[in-house]
């Protein structure tokens, strides 16, 4: 399961993060991945939850080379910066998209996809 964290600088996707981390049972600290880019932390469940940040990654090529898919797949992966990995984090996903409006409130919308359905 991937979460891509959508949103520009500075609107909450790490704060977001760490929340869904703490809900998914993670109980150390989560700090942003900028530079290590990923991050595995253990839940309550078998099912590691990774922490990635893309914000370094220039397009979907220097994604590739980073060859993470597999690292995702039986993971709960939170990832903010998703565009930046192109169309690779598209299937079966879920996308939180962070916006902040003008009195530094944020307005966040959610959206299902799984490439099998098209949905």
Same mark, same amino acid.
């Given at each position: 399961? $991937?979460?891509? &964290?959508?949103?520009? +600088?500075?609107?909450?996707?790490?704060?977001?993060?760490?929340? =869904?981390?703490?809900?998914?049972?993670?109980?150390?600290?989560?700090?942003?991945?900028?530079?290590?880019?990923?991050?595995?932390?253990?839940?309550?469940?078998? $099912?590691?939850? &990774?922490?990635?940040? +893309?914000?370094?990654i220039a397009n979907s090529e220097e994604y590739q =080379?980073?060859?993470?898919?597999?690292?995702?797949?039986?993971?709960?992966?939170?990832?903010?910066w998703p565009e930046r990995a192109g169309a690779a984090l598209d299937s079966r996903s879920?996308?939180?998209?962070?916006?902040?409006?003008?009195?530094?409130?944020?307005?966040?919308?959610?959206?299902?996809?799984?490439?099998?359905?098209?949905?």
């Amino acid at each position: 399961m $991937v979460v891509r &964290l959508r949103g520009e +600088l500075g609107t909450g996707k790490s704060v977001f993060a760490r929340a =869904l981390g703490s809900a998914l049972g993670v109980q150390e600290p989560m700090p942003s991945p900028t530079f290590a880019i990923i991050h595995e932390y253990r839940g309550t469940g078998e $099912v590691p939850v &990774l922490h990635v940040d +893309l914000y370094r990654i220039a397009n979907s090529e220097e994604y590739q =080379l980073l060859a993470l898919d597999e690292l995702l797949d039986g993971a709960i992966a939170i990832v903010e910066w998703p565009e930046r990995a192109g169309a690779a984090l598209d299937s079966r996903s879920v996308t939180v998209t962070i916006g902040r409006e003008a009195d530094e409130s944020r307005i966040i919308t959610m959206e299902w996809s799984d490439a099998r359905t098209g949905h």
